[in-house]
């Protein structure tokens, strides 16, 4: 059993900075991926940002310059650094672990973290 826990998420103003962590618990023997992913009312989950075991990274358009994704593979876990927020960022953040068990990969989610960006 895996259990993913996201913290970090509030509200803050425009232009202002949020840091969100992940961290996976449980039987792993290794987390190939980690993700995070948002969604927004009325709109489909979408992916922030993603990054793999070797640190190689994925960025959502909308969120590249301002978002950076890092992880700690010792720590089973990753975190979202976010500059430079915008109301359209707006949303309930979920973190993915790409759990590596016995040659198959499954996913976990999180139970997400609203962030909340206004004035």
């Known amino acids: 059993q895996v259990q993913v826990v996201e913290s970090g998420g509030g509200l803050v103003q425009p232009g202002g900075s949020l840091r969100l962590s992940c961290a996976a618990s449980?039987?792993?023997?290794?987390?190939?991926?980690m993700g995070w992913y948002r969604q927004a009312p009325g709109k489909e989950r979408e992916l922030v940002a993603s990054?793999?075991?070797?640190?190689?990274?994925n960025y959502a358009d909308s969120v590249k310059g301002r978002f950076t994704i890092s992880r700690d593979n010792a720590k089973n876990t990753a975190y979202l650094q976010m500059n430079s927020l915008k109301p359209e960022d707006t949303a309930v953040y979920y973190c993915?672990?790409?759990?590596?068990?016995?040659?198959?990969?499954?996913?976990?989610w999180g139970q997400g973290t609203q962030v909340t960006v206004s004035s």
């Open positions: 990054i793999t075991v070797g640190g190689s990274t």
């Open positions: 449980g039987t792993i023997f290794s987390i190939n991926a």
């Open positions: 993915n672990a790409a759990v590596i068990h016995f040659g198959s990969i499954y996913n976990y």
